[in-house]
């Protein structure tokens, strides 16, 4: 079915990236989502063995700080149950960070160096050791490398006329991308049509983008507009191949079951 699939980026960077795909039913468009989501594994602090707290913070309260720090997982080296220990030692008047924990591997590590944990004052100590484990979103939230995960239909906006002239226009909001099928009268001189424009392009407001005419809008049919970001576990496009084949293995192994 992937085979069939058209994608185009229209923003991208290892973190953060929107991209269309077209020839995709909602049903596997929410089901890409909710893998990238929960199926797709990411190391995170489970246990801390604390060797000195003097701070004003509670054990259990630093141990779920540490836990929403996210951490570098790649996941060809391990697999999921794996666990790696690290470590955290800073005495005030100091405050403690992402990067001052250490790694006993190197692969696995702060995504992030100025996540803070807690400020500790003259006198105050924070020293323990962790162990993180590599786990999905289904067990728990802080497994979630995808923090920030949806879709939208693609929009294609069509001219069908001029707006009458002795009204004054009111904002036309629309959120997300647009195809654009009549781009010599918008806005923007060097539009072409069937170009993909985000549409915070123009404040999400069609009449400045096409000021003076009546638009029409309309869901292409199978094809979304995925916004995707991450912790930083890992890339948006690992997050999003790895969700893929989630989605490919769970397909297989039921056909598997069925055909006995």
Do not use: C, W
């Not at 923003?11 to 929107?18: F, G, H, T, V």
């Not at 259990?60 to 700080?65: D, F, N, S």
């Not at 654009?180 to 806005?187: L, S």
């Not at 539009?191 to 993909?196: F, H, I, P, T």
């Amino acid at each position: 079915m992937a085979e069939d699939f058209e994608v185009e980026f229209i923003e991208r960077d290892d973190r953060k990236a929107r991209f269309l795909v077209r020839g995709m039913t909602p049903a596997v468009a929410n089901g890409i989502r909710r893998a990238m989501i929960a199926d797709v594994p990411t190391f995170s602090i489970d246990t801390v063995r604390f060797v000195e707290n003097s701070s004003v913070m509670f054990d259990e309260m630093i141990g779920l700080r540490l836990g929403l720090v996210p951490l570098t997982t790649p996941l060809d080296d391990f697999e999921q149950g794996d666990t790696v220990t690290l470590a955290l030692d800073v005495e005030g008047p100091a405050t403690a960070y992402s990067g001052d924990i250490e790694t006993s591997d190197e692969l696995v590590k702060p995504a992030e160096d100025n996540v803070p944990i807690i400020e500790l004052k003259q006198g105050q100590r924070l020293e323990l050791e962790a162990d993180a484990v590599l786990g999905d979103g289904k067990s728990h939230a802080k497994h979630q490398g995808g923090v920030a995960v949806g879709y939208r239909h693609l929009h294609r906006v069509e001219v069908v006329g001029d707006a009458n002239e002795f009204e004054e226009q009111e904002p036309n909001i629309l959120r997300g991308v647009i195809e654009e099928q009549a781009a010599e009268h918008a806005a923007d001189e060097s539009a072409e049509d069937g170009e993909l424009v985000p549409t915070s392009e123009f404040d999400n407001d069609l009449t400045k983008r096409y000021p003076g005419k009546e638009v029409e809008v309309h869901d292409v049919p199978g094809a979304f507009v995925f916004h995707v970001e991450t912790d930083g576990s890992f890339t948006v496009p690992e997050l999003v191949r790895r969700a893929v084949e989630s989605i490919s293995d769970r397909a297989a192994e039921l056909e598997e079951k069925v055909a006995i």
